[in-house]
C-alpha cells in the first residue's frame, strides 16, 4: 500500500527539517567566534562548563585552577612532549590527519565501539573550546568544521598556545601553569623534561592519573613519549633537551579497575581519589 499524497508531502517536510536542523548543528557559527581568539584569549570553554555542571548536579565543589601564559613562557620541554605525545606533525598539516583519523576510525570498527579519535592538537581544541566529550558523529563532523575555521583564521603558533592554556591537566587544573603549579610547585617556564612527559603522559586521561605517582600507567606512557621524541622525525626545534636513549615499546591496551557507581581511582602521590568514569579510558599504548 502506497503513501498518500499528504503523508508524503509530510514525510518529505520531516525529512527537509531534519536535513536542515543538521545542517544548522554543523555550520552554526561558534561563540566566541573563532576569529576574537586572534587577539583574546577565552574566559571560559565548553569543557570547563561541562566539568562545573557535573560538579554541581553531584553536588560537589568546584573550583577552576587556570592562569593563561603566554607560549614564550611555557617551557620548550612541555612544549616538545605534548607535540610528541599527541600530535608530532601539528606544525606541518593543515588541521586534521586523515591518515590517523582513517586508522581510527577502522580500530573503532573492529572493536564494534567508537574508541578512538584520531584527533590533532586543532581538532582538540575545537572540541575543548566549543563542544563536549561525546562521541557522536555529528559531533565530529562539527569538529571537523570547526578546526578548518580554526587553522584558517588563527596561526599554528596562537592554536598551539591556546591549546596548552585551556587543556584539561586534572580535576578543575586548565592549562600548563595552573598543571605546573599544582603538580611541580613552579610555574611553566621551569618545567623540566621529566616533569614534561609525565604531563604529555596524562593527558588522554587527566581525571584519572597523576603524574608525580610514579604508577605503571604513567612510567609505561612516559616511556612512550621519550620513544616518540626520539623517532619522530615532524618536531620542530624548540631548543630543548635531546631525549634519554631510546626506551622499551609501549605496553599492550589493559582495563583500568572501577570503583563503585561507575567511579574510576585516580593515582595520586598523596593518596587515593576518585573521578567520574571515563567512557573510553586511554590505554598506557598510544593512538
Known amino acids: 500500500m502506497g503513501f498518500s499524497r499528504t503523508t508524503a508531502r509530510r514525510l518529505t517536510s520531516a525529512a527537509g527539517l531534519l536535513l536542515a536542523a543538521v545542517f544548522l548543528y554543523v555550520f552554526w557559527p561558534p561563540r566566541p567566534p573563532v576569529a576574537s581568539l586572534r587577539k583574546r584569549n577565552p574566559e571560559t570553554t565548553a569543557m570547563m562548563d561541562i566539568r562545573a555542571r557535573q560538579a554541581r548536579r553531584k553536588g560537589r565543589p568546584w573550583r577552576v585552577s587556570r592562569q593563561w601564559v603566554p607560549l614564550g613562557q611555557i617551557s620548550p620541554n612541555l612544549q616538545r612532549t605534548v607535540l610528541a605525545a599527541e600530535d608530532d606533525g601539528f606544525y606541518r598539516h593543515g588541521g586534521v590527519e586523515w591518515r590517523c583519523l582513517k586508522e581510527a576510525l577502522l580500530y573503532d570498527l573492529k572493536r564494534g565501539r567508537l574508541a578512538r579519535g584520531g584527533s590533532t592538537i586543532t581538532q582538540q581544541l575545537a572540541k575543548n573550546l566549543y563542544l563536549s566529550p561525546s562521541k557522536n558523529p555529528l559531533r565530529k563532523v562539527r569538529e571537523l568544521v570547526l578546526t578548518y575555521r580554526l587553522e584558517k583564521v588563527l596561526s599554528k603558533r596562537r592554536i598551539f598556545e591556546v591549546y596548552l592554556n585551556v587543556v584539561e591537566w586534572g580535576s578543575g587544573i586548565f592549562g600548563a601553569e595552573a598543571a605546573a603549579r599544582a603538580y611541580f610547585g613552579k610555574p ?98 598510544p593512538l
Open 188 to 285: 611553566a617556564s621551569e618545567l623540566t623534561l621529566d616533569e614534561s612527559a609525565s604531563l604529555a603522559a596524562i593527558l588522554p586521561s587527566p581525571r584519572r592519573h597523576d603524574p608525580r605517582s610514579g604508577s605503571r600507567w604513567v612510567e609505561l606512557r612516559k616511556q612512550w613519549v621519550y620513544r616518540r621524541m626520539a623517532e619522530s622525525q615532524r618536531l620542530p626545534d624548540l631548543s630543548a633537551p635531546s631525549a634519554e636513549p631510546e626506551p622499551p615499546p609501549p605496553p599492550p591496551e589493559e582495563d583500568e579497575p572501577e570503583t563503585e557507581e561507575g567511579e574510576v581511582a585516580v593515582e595520586s602521590s598523596t593518596g587515593p581519589e576518585t573521578a567520574p568514569a571515563s567512557r573510553n579510558p586511554a590505554p598506557p599504548s
